[in-house]
C-alpha cells in the first residue's frame, strides 16, 4: 500500500475508507452486516468496524464459542507502530455484547513487546487480541484474487500463530 502511515494528508481516513471496502469484501460471507464507525452510547468511543459472526467458518465456531464472540471489531490503525494504547483502546471495547476477541489492522508486524502486551492480555483475561499487518492484509488479498484458499484463512492461520504462543 502507498498511503504513507499517519494522519498528514487525511492518510488515516483514507486508510480506514480503503480497509473498511476491502475487509467487507474478503470476508464475506464468513463475516458479514460490516459496520463502519459505530459509537458506543456515550458517543466518545469508536469502534472502527464490525462485523456479525454468523460462525459459518470452523475457526468463526471456534471464536464464537471460545471468547462469545457473536460480532468482531476490527481497529484500523495507519500508524508506523502498534503501542500499547491501541491495544488498551480494543480491549476496551471487548464486552459481553461482543466478546473478548478483536483485531488490529495496521501498517507493520508489531513491535515484541506489544505481541508480548497481547499474550498477557489473554494470560490475565482470556482476551484474544489479533494484530494484521498490510503483509497478511495483501496474501488475503491475493488468495482473495486467486480462488485458491478464502481470505479467513489467513486470519485463522495468524489466530493458530497467536495461540501457539500463549503459555500452555
Given at each position: 500500500?502507498?498511503?504513507?502511515?499517519?494522519?498528514?494528508?487525511?492518510?488515516?481516513?483514507?486508510?480506514?475508507?480503503?480497509?473498511?471496502?476491502?475487509?467487507?469484501?474478503?470476508?464475506?460471507?464468513?463475516?458479514?452486516?460490516?459496520?463502519?464507525?459505530?459509537?458506543?452510547?456515550?458517543g466518545?468511543?469508536?469502534?472502527?468496524?464490525?462485523?456479525?459472526?454468523?460462525?459459518?467458518?470452523?475457526?468463526?465456531?471456534?471464536?464464537?464459542?471460545?471468547?462469545?464472540?457473536?460480532?468482531?471489531?476490527?481497529?484500523?490503525?495507519?500508524?508506523?507502530?502498534?503501542?500499547?494504547?491501541?491495544?488498551?483502546?480494543?480491549?476496551?471495547?471487548?464486552?459481553?455484547?461482543?466478546?473478548?476477541?478483536?483485531?488490529?489492522?495496521?501498517?507493520?508486524?508489531?513491535?515484541?513487546?506489544?505481541?508480548?502486551?497481547t499474550?498477557?492480555?489473554?494470560?490475565?483475561?482470556?482476551?484474544?487480541?489479533?494484530?494484521?499487518?498490510?503483509?497478511d492484509?495483501?496474501?488475503?488479498?491475493?488468495?482473495?484474487?486467486?480462488?485458491?484458499?478464502?481470505?479467513?484463512?489467513?486470519?485463522?492461520?495468524?489466530?493458530?500463530?497467536?495461540?501457539?504462543?500463549?503459555?500452555?
Open positions: 500500500m502507498k498511503l504513507p502511515t499517519g494522519k498528514s494528508g487525511n492518510a488515516d481516513k483514507q486508510y480506514e475508507d480503503l480497509m473498511v471496502q476491502v475487509l467487507a469484501s474478503m470476508l464475506y460471507p464468513h463475516l458479514d452486516f460490516a459496520q463502519e464507525q459505530s459509537r458506543t452510547d456515550s466518545v468511543q469508536i469502534r472502527d468496524l464490525i462485523f456479525y459472526n454468523n460462525r459459518s467458518f470452523d475457526f468463526l465456531t471456534e471464536i464464537y464459542d471460545g471468547y462469545d464472540s457473536r460480532q468482531l471489531i476490527f481497529e484500523l490503525k495507519n500508524v508506523k507502530e502498534v503501542e500499547r494504547e491501541h491495544i488498551n483502546q480494543l480491549n476496551r471495547y471487548l464486552s459481553d455484547q461482543f466478546g473478548r476477541f478483536g483485531i488490529i489492522c495496521t501498517r507493520n508486524p508489531p513491535p515484541r513487546n506489544i505481541f508480548q502486551s499474550i498477557d492480555l489473554w494470560s490475565g483475561q482470556r482476551r484474544c487480541i489479533l494484530i494484521l499487518d498490510d503483509i492484509l495483501e496474501l488475503m488479498g491475493s488468495v482473495f484474487e486467486s480462488k485458491q484458499r478464502l481470505p479467513i484463512e489467513i486470519v485463522k492461520r495468524k489466530y493458530i500463530e497467536f495461540t501457539r504462543s500463549c503459555p500452555g
